[in-house]
Nanobody, 123 residues
Framework: HVQLVESGGGSVQAGGSLRLSCAAS?????????MAWFRQAPGKEREGVAA???????DYAGSVAGRFTVSKDNAKNGLSLEMNNLRPEDTATYYC?????????????????WGPGTQVTVS
């Protein structure tokens, strides 16, 4: 069982930047192992933001492509999310997820392990 813990959330003005991190208790970043960031705003469905696998392949939601960058954090067996040019609509709780699926998917149902989330507020 993999435990995930997010960090790095906070409040920022529109146009600013934040970097989120996710640490995993136990994982092996082989080609099949994938991690992703999801977010959920109040009253909305949880949506995929960015995903990366051990192969290095990534996927991004259209709304964040070009502004957000996902990367592996081998030191923490986890991943990071660099968020630039933040907008008020990026405000949400951000969740880290992991699964051994072999491809960088943004489909929530494919992920087995989830962190408790970290709040990002853009004003």
């Amino acid at each position: 069982h993999v435990q995930l813990v997010e960090s790095g959330g906070g409040s920022v003005q529109a146009g600013g930047s934040l970097r989120l991190s996710c640490a995993a208790s136990d994982s092996t970043y082989d080609r099949e192992y994938c991690m992703a960031w999801f977010r959920q705003a109040p009253g909305k469905e949880r949506e995929g933001v960015a995903a990366i696998c051990g192969s290095g392949y990534t996927d991004y939601a259209g709304s964040v492509a070009g502004r957000f960058t996902v990367s592996k954090d081998n030191a923490k067996n986890g991943l990071s999310l660099e968020m630039n040019n933040l907008r008020p609509e990026d405000t949400a709780t951000y969740y880290c997820a992991a699964a051994r699926i072999g491809f960088p998917s943004l489909a929530r149902y494919l992920y087995d392990y989830w962190g408790p989330g970290t709040q990002v507020t853009v004003s």
